[in-house]
């Protein structure tokens, strides 16, 4: 699986070569393995597809590497962090005690934002069936979101975001591999439904075992994808 470095797509507008957008997009480009896993990148070579200065893509490299998204290696440079499976394990846990903990308090929101967020797994949904990836990963992530806002404690989503960001690179790989996005939205079903009829017990299982689908896609893509693994 030999991903271009950049995609076209990705690069930066005219007149907005901020270190945010710089860093939003290289950041976006490794989750999506678009730069695959193992691959070597440079400030000069990032900066001059981007066409901005050093500086921007020097900053983004440095918070990404802050993330464990890129490393140097030695007579190697930069390079974008291969995937670990015990720090994705460590995502997991982290997702599963603060979303869990989260949901058991969102059945306490009132109906109708439980409801909105039903209505909002429904959109996803849709997505998916129309074979629309990108629209259902934002989905997916808004519903997420969203659950933990109604639990009361919107800082906790921070971060669950950077968990599931190492745990998404896997998620977008298996989405052709494993159809990883049809699963997720069938689950995401059944926890609006639960959340909507406020039965925490169900909510949380429903949760668990959604959460959990990932273990399963880290197998199937290292299996396919060695590579891509440093253990």
Same mark, same amino acid.
Request: charged share 30%; glycine share 4%.
């Given at each position: 699986?030999?991903?271009?470095?950049?995609?076209?797509?990705?690069?930066?507008?005219?007149?907005?070569?901020?270190?945010?957008?710089?860093?939003?997009?290289?950041?976006?480009?490794?989750?999506?393995?678009?730069? *695959?896993?193992?691959?070597?990148?440079? #400030? $000069? #070579?990032?900066?001059?597809?981007? #066409?901005?200065?050093?500086?921007?893509?020097?900053?983004?490299?440095?918070?990404? &590497?802050?993330?464990?998204?890129? +490393?140097?290696?030695?007579?190697?440079?930069?390079?974008?962090? +291969?995937?670990?499976?015990?720090?994705?394990?460590?995502?997991?846990?982290?997702?599963?005690?603060?979303?869990? *903990?989260? &949901?058991?308090?969102?059945?306490?929101?009132?109906?109708?934002?439980?409801?909105?967020?039903?209505?909002?797994?429904?959109?996803?949904?849709?997505?998916?069936?129309?074979?629309?990836?990108?629209?259902?990963?934002?989905?997916?992530?808004?519903?997420?979101?969203?659950?933990?806002?109604?639990?009361?404690?919107?800082? *906790?989503?921070?971060?669950?975001?950077?968990?599931?960001?190492?745990?998404?690179?896997?998620?977008?790989?298996? $989405?052709?591999?494993?159809?990883?996005?049809?699963?997720?939205?069938?689950?995401?079903?059944? $926890?609006?439904?639960?959340?909507? *009829? &406020?039965?925490?017990?169900?909510?949380?299982?429903?949760?668990?075992?959604?959460?959990?689908?990932?273990?399963?896609? $880290?197998?199937?893509?290292?299996?396919?994808?060695?590579?891509?693994?440093?253990?």
């Amino acid at each position: 699986m030999n991903a271009p470095l950049l995609k076209p797509a990705l690069k930066m507008p005219p007149r907005e070569s901020t270190s945010q957008q710089v860093y939003e997009l290289l950041r976006t480009a490794i989750v999506n393995a678009t730069l *695959a896993p193992g691959r070597a990148i440079s #400030e $000069i #070579e990032m900066a001059n597809q981007l #066409e901005v200065s050093r500086t921007p893509v020097r900053e983004s490299f440095r918070r990404l &590497a802050a993330e464990g998204f890129l +490393k140097v290696v030695p007579q190697v440079g930069t390079v974008v962090s +291969k995937m670990s499976r015990r720090e994705l394990m460590d995502a997991l846990f982290i997702r599963e005690s603060i979303e869990c *903990a989260a &949901a058991r308090l969102a059945v306490k929101a009132p109906l109708e934002e439980r409801e909105a967020l039903h209505r909002l797994m429904l959109r996803q949904r849709a997505a998916v069936d129309r074979g629309d990836i990108e629209e259902g990963l934002n989905k997916d992530e808004d519903l997420h979101r969203g659950l933990i806002d109604l639990s009361g404690h919107p800082r *906790a989503w921070e971060p669950v975001r950077q968990a599931r960001a190492h745990m998404e690179r896997v998620r977008r790989m298996a $989405i052709p591999e494993l159809q990883s996005n049809i699963k997720a939205a069938e689950q995401h079903e059944r $926890i609006a439904a639960a959340l909507v *009829a &406020a039965d925490t017990e169900v909510l949380v299982k429903e949760l668990q075992a959604h959460i959990r689908l990932i273990e399963g896609f $880290i197998e199937g893509i290292s299996a396919r994808y060695p590579d891509y693994f440093e253990d």
